[in-house]
């Protein structure tokens, strides 16, 4: 029978902030590969749709990505303040 463990907190914090930082890409990614398929039915006027849309995924995947840097300074400052009380 295995047991399972849970992860130690510094690995499940890089794994929360790495899931961050893929999902904000994602969100990117997909936000601005709609924006320029759709900006194929406007014509010439699409280059002004897809740079619009392109800076709504630029938005929405930074916000993700700024969740993940949090995480990642929390658990830092955390750390440091514990590492602190220990000596």
């Known amino acids: 029978m295995s047991t399972q463990h849970s992860p130690p907190p510094t690995a499940q914090a890089h794994r929360d902030a790495a899931y961050r930082f893929a999902v904000g890409a ?3 990614a997909v936000i601005s590969g709609v924006g320029s398929l759709v900006a194929l039915l ?3 006027f699409g280059i002004v749709v897809s740079i619009l849309v392109s800076l709504v995924g630029v938005y929405v995947g930074g916000i993700e990505v700024a969740r993940g840097i949090d995480i990642v300074v929390r658990h830092a400052r955390s750390e440091s303040r514990n590492g602190a ?3």
């Open 42 to 44: 406007f014509g010439s």
């Open 85 to 87: 009380e220990d000596v």
């Open 26 to 28: 994602l969100y990117f």
